[in-house]
């Protein structure tokens, strides 16, 4: 296990994974690499700048003179939305990034089992030592892409639903008196 910390061994490694699951599985890689900055992009602001978000709209609605109008209501309105904005920005994308790797990974068991009926069609036999190839690149993009989309949908449930209660909390403490 210790060997894997090497750089050389472990991108050794790395790189005999994605020569045995085919091109899908790399395309899988950049997909998870960008949906993980986009996680932890969210993380971090989660940890150091929700708060701000409340205070800013705060102040401003302490700063109003007028709580009782139409147009404090709407302005009311208005500062709710935008600090709901901050907080689900990039939901969406990420929403989609684990959405798009199961279907990718689907793409690559399409992919391996054409390679295997090539393999069939060409020897003219089920010989399973040259079909190994073609089974492995259908099974491992299929692991990837349900394991990335896992990984995602845990983080991506949790900002959902952080951003609501964060909203909710929001639109109780700017009061109209």
Do not use: C
């Given at each position: 296990?210790?060997?894997?910390l090497?750089p050389?061994?472990?991108?050794?490694?790395?790189?005999?994974?994605?020569?045995?699951?085919?091109?899908?599985?790399?395309v899988?890689?950049?997909?998870?690499?960008?949906?993980?900055?986009?996680?932890?992009?969210r993380?971090?602001?989660?940890?150091?700048?929700?708060?701000?978000?409340?205070?800013?709209?705060?102040?401003?609605?302490?700063?109003?003179?007028?709580?009782k109008s139409?147009?404090?209501?709407?302005?009311?309105?208005?500062?709710i939305?935008?600090?709901?904005?901050?907080?689900?920005?990039f939901?969406?994308?990420?929403?989609?990034?684990?959405?798009?790797?199961?279907?990718?990974?689907?793409?690559?068991?399409?992919?391996?089992?054409?390679?295997?009926?090539?393999?069939?069609?060409?020897?003219?036999?089920?010989?399973a030592?040259?079909?190994?190839?073609?089974?492995?690149?259908?099974t491992?993009?299929?692991m990837a892409?349900?394991?990335?989309?896992?990984?995602g949908?845990?983080?991506?449930?949790?900002?959902?639903?952080?951003?609501?209660?964060?909203?909710?909390?929001?639109?109780?403490?700017?009061?109209?008196?």
């Amino acid at each position: 296990m210790l060997q894997y910390l090497n750089p050389n061994t472990a991108l050794e490694a790395l790189q005999s994974f994605l020569l045995t699951g085919g091109n899908v599985l790399v395309v899988i890689m950049v997909v998870a690499f960008f949906m993980w900055a986009l996680i932890i992009e969210r993380l971090m602001f989660w940890t150091t700048a929700r708060a701000g978000v409340d205070r800013r709209a705060q102040r401003a609605w302490t700063a109003r003179t007028d709580h009782k109008s139409w147009y404090a209501h709407a302005v009311r309105e208005r500062l709710i939305s935008e600090a709901r904005q901050e907080l689900e920005r990039f939901n969406d994308v990420i929403r989609a990034l684990v959405s798009v790797t199961p279907l990718l990974g689907l793409l690559g068991t399409v992919t391996g089992m054409v390679e295997v009926f090539d393999v069939m069609a060409v020897t003219g036999s089920s010989n399973a030592r040259l079909m190994a190839g073609g089974i492995s690149k259908a099974t491992i993009p299929t692991m990837a892409g349900l394991v990335v989309s896992l990984s995602g949908l845990v983080f991506i449930n949790a900002f959902e639903r952080g951003a609501k209660q964060a909203a909710h909390e929001l639109s109780d403490k700017l009061l109209i008196e």
